[in-house]
């Protein structure tokens, strides 16, 4: 019993315990902090998207909102020739309606550009007097472009200049760049900048300052982008 006691309390010379296993995640937490500003990013777009639709969709509910029309009634050129050195002399006048036929939202023209062009080519602008256009309401606008401009129209240009200098009718282009907010109530919008496009056919020397083609009136084009 003795040498049995003996070898029990000796030392151990077996096999060594395998150590403690130890779990770590590597690159868990980093992962998991993109990840979730992602999906955070992209639920708050969203978010904002859906506010802003469902703002709009109910601004339009409650006022109804129409687009403002803008055409020109009548033009008059008096004067554009175009002289072997590229320089047009011309004289052009024209009227402008504009109507507001919202019964609600009222509009500040803070900017108001006229330009006026040919071929492309800007030859002439004028700065109008800024307004504010009430309920369905129509307001007027006067552009009145005098004076000479170098203009470069290359062959094909000129070409079509000479061909519209026989028929006494020129293609005239008169654009609009604006600067605008809108009213409604007490509440005044951000600035837009919409752009306004006539095209003209305006005769020469018109007695009664017609359009061409017999049309009373020329509708223009609105981009407000």
């Known amino acids: ?13 077996g096999p060594a315990a395998p150590p403690a296993r130890s779990y770590h995640r590597h690159g868990h937490g980093a992962g998991c902090g993109r990840c979730c500003l992602l999906s955070f990013l992209v639920k708050l777009i969203v978010t904002a998207v859906i506010i802003l639709g469902l703002a709009a969709l109910i601004f339009w ?8 029309k803008f055409h020109v009634t009548d033009a008059s050129l ?9 320089n047009l002399h011309y004289k052009l006048a024209a009227n ?21 062009y040919y071929e492309d080519q800007r030859f002439a602008t004028q700065q109008l007097t800024p307004f504010y256009q009430g309920h369905k309401n129509t307001s007027y606008l006067n552009p009145s472009f005098q004076g000479q401009k170098l203009v470069l129209l290359g062959a094909d240009g000129v070409s079509e200049y000479n061909q519209e200098k026989n028929s ?18 007490k509440l005044k919008t951000w600035r837009f900048k919409p752009k306004i496009e006539c095209d003209l056919k305006v005769p020469l020397s018109s007695s009664d300052g017609g359009l061409a083609g017999g049309a009373e009136t020329t509708k223009c084009k609105i981009d407000f982008f």
């Open 78 to 86: 008096t004067q554009f020739n175009l002289s072997s050195d590229n």
């Open 61 to 68: 509910l409650i006022f109804r909102p129409n687009i403002v």
């Open 96 to 116: 402008i309606t504009v109507r507001n036929p919202n019964k609600k939202i009222g509009i500040y023209y803070d900017r108001i550009e006229a330009n006026a």
């Open 1 to 13: 019993m003795a040498e049995k006691h003996s070898q029990l309390n000796g030392a151990y010379y």
């Open 168 to 185: 006494g009718v020129y293609s005239i282009d008169v654009k609009l760049n604006l600067r605008v907010r809108f009213k409604v109530g």
